[in-house]
């Protein structure tokens, strides 16, 4: 078994997300994830993380929103495909 990956810590984060209001229950989306290492100590090229995440949205309800998507990484360094989903409960927003 072979676990392929960046030495250092790496963390990936969400730099940018599109979206598009289809309708009142469904958003459409592009997600960028990535790491570049620390400003100043930046990683070399080849153990940076680029990927980008077509995806959508499901309202629910006012407050419960599931959010989905399929990772594409575009550098050796990451992932070649990834899969997410999540339920987000949104608190403090009421009828």
């Known amino acids: ?7 250092r810590t790496a963390v990936e984060h969400l730099i940018a997300r599109f979206g598009y209001e289809l309708n009142k229950k469904f958003d459409l989306s ?5 790491s570049t290492g620390a400003i100043g100590d930046f990683l070399p090229s080849n153990e940076q993380v680029h990927q980008f995440f077509p995806g959508g949205d499901v309202k629910f309800s006012d407050n419960v929103v ?3 998507g399929i990772g594409v990484g575009v550098t050796d360094a990451g992932n070649r495909l990834v899969y997410k989903s999540r ?3 949104l ?4 009828n």
């Open 87 to 89: 339920i987000g409960i």
């Open 66 to 68: 599931w959010n989905f």
């Open 1 to 7: 078994m072979s676990i392929r990956g960046i030495s």
């Open 91 to 94: 608190f403090g927003k009421g």
């Open 30 to 34: 592009l997600e960028y994830y990535g």
